[in-house]
């Protein structure tokens, strides 16, 4: 897992490493953030800091901050583009940098509008890369196969199921407890996603049933507030296994790069929207803030959203009967 940064390693004088610090407080315990998140907010703030203590002969303070003008940001996204990296990367750093400069600004330390003249790098609008429905079963079909019917061919199994079957993140599959495993009967899985809001999805018989045939063969004794899924040794799974696992299965099965674990979940979405699903409920299925994420995966399968206009809309309808 990610680590944060050691704050005695950041270019910067004591106030503001002071201010860094308060602000990495307020982003894990009030925005919720997770290790991952931290660790990567404070990698782009880091390299933000260390330019500019080139760019001005020294460790940065408040002070300096409140006096940076348009060029010197301008200054710093060059050189960010002059090292060779992604427009996403650029854009991403500067979202950050700007987070940190309201953060500043809300807590009185630093008001500078210079970052408002800036314009976000355009980055390519990315399309999520879904699996076939076809892909997607025979990824959960084969997976057991692949460990001989022993429990973490069936762990494994119970876990891509979750994944395809409820649109899970892995690690939303990896964070439920025994006492949250789904159970014959129940109709909805409660989620906790990003920023630890929780959603209710739909459970699938095949959900129950995968996750019910890993726990009658798991030879861990599992605790209710433990982890559900285990790895080899008894400790609680991690995601870089359920990764070994698909790229196995994607050579086993010819399957593509872009066949990861996290595809399955983009699968999931794909094919309800395929199918006619509404993009409002695959929105909160998905546990999306905001729908304009939901609305790229209108990109995947022109095809299929072809198919379900010309069986559905009734000016399709009065087309074919003509």
């Known amino acids: 897992m990610a680590k944060p940064t050691d704050l005695r390693s950041i270019p910067a004088a004591a106030d503001l490493q002071a201010a860094i610090d308060n ?3 307020w982003l894990r315990d ?4 997770s290790l991952h998140t931290l660790a990567a ?3 782009d703030l880091f390299q933000f800091l260390d ?5 001005l002969g020294g460790a940065p303070s ?4 409140r006096t940076l003008r348009p060029a010197d940001f301008r200054a710093w996204l060059a050189a960010r583009h002059g090292h060779g990296l992604a427009r996403t990367s650029v854009a991403r750093g500067l979202s950050v940098v700007r987070g940190f400069f309201r953060w500043l600004a809300r807590e009185g330390h630093v008001d500078n509008p210079a970052l408002t003249s800036l314009r976000t790098p355009r980055v390519p609008h990315s399309v999520p890369k879904a699996i076939t429905a076809e892909a997607a079963i025979d990824v959960v079909d084969t997976v057991a196969e692949l460990a001989n019917q022993d429990w973490l061919g069936k762990r494994d199994t119970a876990i891509l199921t979750l994944l395809y079957g409820c649109g899970l993140r892995i690690g939303e ?3 439920l407890t025994r006492r949250q495993a789904p159970a014959a009967g129940q109709d909805m899985l409660r989620v906790t996603g990003k920023g630890r809001k929780q959603r209710l999805v739909p459970l699938l018989p095949a959900v129950i049933e995968a996750i019910d045939d890993y726990l009658a063969h798991c030879p861990w004794v599992l605790a209710l507030d433990a982890p559900l899924f285990r790895g080899a040794r008894g400790r609680p799974l991690n995601a870089r296994r359920v990764q070994e696992r698909m790229a196995e299965l994607r050579g086993l099965l010819g399957l593509p790069e872009t066949a990861t674990p996290h595809a399955l979940r983009h699968s999931f979405a794909t094919h309800l929207l395929a199918g006619g699903g509404d993009l409002r409920a695959i929105q909160e299925l998905l546990g999306h803030a905001s729908l304009s994420t939901t609305q790229r995966y209108t990109d995947v399968d022109v095809a299929g959203l072809l198919s379900v206009y010309e069986k559905a809309h009734p000016r399709a309808k009065a087309r074919r009967r003509a």
Do not use: C, D, K
């Not at 330019?51 to 760019?55: C, R, S, T, Y």
């Open 173 to 175: 599959a990896l964070a």
């Open 51 to 55: 330019f500019l203590a080139g760019h």
């Open 41 to 43: 907010y404070e990698r």
């Open 30 to 33: 009030e925005r919720r953030a």
């Open 23 to 25: 602000w990495r407080v």
């Open 62 to 65: 408040l002070a300096n901050l």
